[in-house]
């Protein structure tokens, strides 16, 4: 018999979803597993999988639509049911307040796409939809070039291109029925971009996507719900940049680069399993000490950022952290990343060394307590014995929440962390 296809619930905090795009139209064929839907959550814009075999029915939603979590997005006909059959059945079951979509909502934009999640599906009718704000219509995702070409042009790639001031009608589209999208973007040559305009005059009003405005909700209430203090320590880290030298000459057959951001993982893992404290979450009314450390890492990408985790990161070598971190790093900004790779963190790393920062405080991503932001390695003139030396230092600073961690809890992991880099031997024994 038919099922509706519901907005699926993907994390603690969302409530409603975006329909982005339709991958399959009414009639066509669906297999367990085949992606039926792009959807934006609060966090990332998700491919969404179908949980039944069947038929598409009908599209109870429109792209754009904003729907509660629950309320049917469409009808699948798994029986040997027609497609006017399957609208029949979802008629008989309260027509237009089944699908219940609310206003459309501000163009989604095309943010991390972790990998396929499957769609809720139920037999029964839903309940009446929740109230929803309405919001501005989305600007259509097709338009007509100077030279009469239907542009067909993805959220994130139309964002791109105008940071980047790239006019879209030179582009050729390699997506779906010549959609272009963000690698289209990505490869232009800059050097054919026309000069910008200088003193135009003109002005972007650019609405925030949900995962920005997700960023934006969760950060603010860090700060001003959790009440932060922060430590710094300078870190030498010559013998561990020579370390790294000669572990990479090994591992040149095995076309594997450590980077010192790696060790500073394995350094954060080892430092957490000797001080548990930072290793935590806090709900507001007790602490959760975790024997296991779940290490996210903060990764850029367009329109915000993305916390990839490494799970059990204590348990691996330099050699495995650096394989995962690689691996994550890259299926995050393919927008490939699956759900679970995104949550269960107990600490976070953000490291901005390779930008140059040499120092920064980063904001806790809550429920953890603590986050630790890592500045560049850099020579820098420091006193041993009676001498100036240039020596490679390195920066870090502690980000804690005050109501779980002390100031002394902090610099003895800080001093813990500290023993591990300049002496990286420790790490590897």
Not at 140 to 159: E, F, I, M, W, Y
């Amino acid at each position: 018999m038919p099922v509706y296809v519901t907005m699926p619930q993907l994390s603690d905090t969302m409530s409603e979803g975006v329909v982005v795009k339709w991958i399959k139209k009414e009639g066509d064929p669906v297999k367990q597993g085949n992606i039926i839907a792009e959807v934006e959550t609060d966090k990332a814009t998700m491919e969404m999988e179908a949980f039944d075999a069947g038929t598409v029915a009908q599209l109870l939603a429109k792209e754009g639509d904003k729907i509660a979590v629950g309320q049917p997005i469409a009808v699948l006909a798994t029986g040997k049911e027609t497609v006017e059959q399957g609208k029949q059945w979802h008629s008989q079951q309260g027509g237009k307040a089944a699908a219940a979509p609310s206003a459309p909502a501000a163009a989604p934009a095309e943010v991390a796409k972790p990998a396929a999640i499957e769609a809720s599906t139920v037999a029964a009718p839903a309940p009446a939809a929740a109230t929803a704000v309405a919001a501005p219509p989305p600007p259509s995702h097709a338009h007509s070039g100077d030279n009469g070409r239907t542009l067909r042009v993805s959220p994130l790639a139309r964002r791109i291109a105008s940071d980047k001031g790239i006019d879209l009608t030179q582009l050729q589209g390699s997506g779906p029925e010549g959609r272009i999208i963000q690698r289209d973007v990505l490869a232009y040559t800059p050097s054919a971009l026309p000069p910008a305009p200088v003193g135009s005059g003109q002005k972007e009003l650019i609405p925030l996507t949900k995962m920005r405005l997700t960023i934006a909700k969760r950060l603010l209430g860090s700060k001003q719900n959790i009440p932060h203090f922060y430590e710094s320590m300078d870190v030498d880290v010559e013998e561990l940049s020579v370390l790294r030298v000669q572990m990479n000459k090994r591992l040149e057959k095995e076309k594997i680069k450590l980077s010192l951001g790696d060790f500073v993982s394995k350094a954060v893992a080892m430092a957490l399993i000797e001080h548990p404290g930072l290793n935590a979450t806090f709900d507001g009314a007790q602490i959760t000490r975790f024997g296991d450390v779940h290490l996210g890492m903060a990764v850029a990408i367009p329109d915000g950022l993305i916390v990839p985790v490494l799970k059990n990161i204590h348990r691996l070598s330099v050699k495995e952290i650096r394989q995962r971190s690689v691996d994550l790093a890259e299926r995050a900004r393919a927008q490939k990343l699956k759900q679970d790779e995104m949550s269960g963190a107990t600490f976070t790393v953000s490291n901005l060394g390779a930008y140059g920062v040499k120092e920064f405080s980063a904001i806790i991503n809550p429920p953890e307590v603590g986050i630790l932001a890592v500045g560049a390695a850099e020579k820098r003139a420091v006193v041993r014995g009676d001498a100036i030396v240039a020596r490679t230092m390195m920066t870090v600073t502690l980000s804690a929440d005050h109501r779980v961690v002390d100031g002394a809890t902090a610099a003895e992991f800080l001093r813990t962390l500290k023993g591990f880099l300049q002496e990286p031997g420790m790490m590897l024994a």
